[in-house]
């Protein structure tokens, strides 16, 4: 069975600072991977996401992640952050399984990033 | 585009009672999803149809139903509402092919059941 780790509840970090924010999965069949941001009181938005090729992904609002298959992570980064980046943010799994739990996606916890001025 | 739609958008119930949330969307997707989302749980769910005429439970299927009316709408129902279905419930879709799997999530049902 599909399952997403986030690693930290709880992220605080100083505008204009890099962040990281991890995410560990497992699965058993090939995975597609995303990450959503929910601000306050909304509903989730993608942030970014990767389905094959280059491990490297870039998504909005200057975010990225990079696909680690040996270590089965997808961590999120940002080089500046700045205060209206803080929010809630979720990793996601999904099968690339068509023939078993199609449409199955499953989320992580959560990090909530706090970024101070 | 309205996208994914739900009704309502808060709702308070006694302990007993029931209701459907309702959900459509309006871009042609084939897959739905019901999660709730619960402090420090993140979001876990509950039921989802991959196409239209099927459902399957996902994690936290008691104490709800699901109908998967057309492919446009996806209900959730809770037949007797327990203090512990207190939560916020999202529905999503996703086209769910080979090229894009990226779900589209609604605003949100705040529920308080007392």
């Known amino acids: 069975a599909q399952s997403v780790t986030q690693l930290d509840s709880q992220v605080p970090v100083f505008e204009e600072a890099p962040v990281e924010l991890r995410c560990n999965y497992s699965s058993s069949v090939s995975v597609y991977l995303f990450w959503y941001v929910q601000y306050p009181n909304q509903g989730l938005q993608l942030l970014l996401k990767y389905l094959s090729g280059s491990t490297l992904v870039k998504g909005i609002n200057g975010f990225e992640a990079e696909f680690n298959k040996s270590q089965t992570s997808f961590h999120l980064r940002k080089p500046s952050v700045h205060i209206s980046d803080t929010a809630e943010y979720f990793c996601a799994v999904s099968d690339r399984d068509y023939g078993g739990s199609q449409g199955n996606l499953i989320f992580g916890k959560g990090t909530k990033l706090s970024v101070k001025p | 585009n309205a996208g994914v739609t739900q009704t309502p958008k808060f709702q308070v119930l006694k302990t007993g009672q029931s209701m459907t949330l309702q959900c459509a969307q309006d871009?042609?997707?084939?897959?739905m999803y019901w999660y709730r989302q619960d402090p420090g749980m993140g979001l876990r769910l509950i039921y989802y149809s991959a196409s239209e005429g099927t459902t399957d439970k996902g994690e936290v299927p008691n104490g709800y139903n699901v109908s998967r009316l057309n492919k446009r709408e996806f209900s959730l129902r809770l037949e007797s509402a327990a203090p512990s279905q207190t939560s916020v419930y999202f529905c999503?879709?996703?086209?769910?092919?080979?090229?894009?799997?990226?779900?589209?999530f609604g605003q949100g049902t705040r529920l308080t059941v007392v």
């Open positions: 871009m042609n997707h084939n897959s």
């Open positions: 999503a879709s996703s086209k769910w092919d080979r090229r894009n799997t990226e779900a589209f």
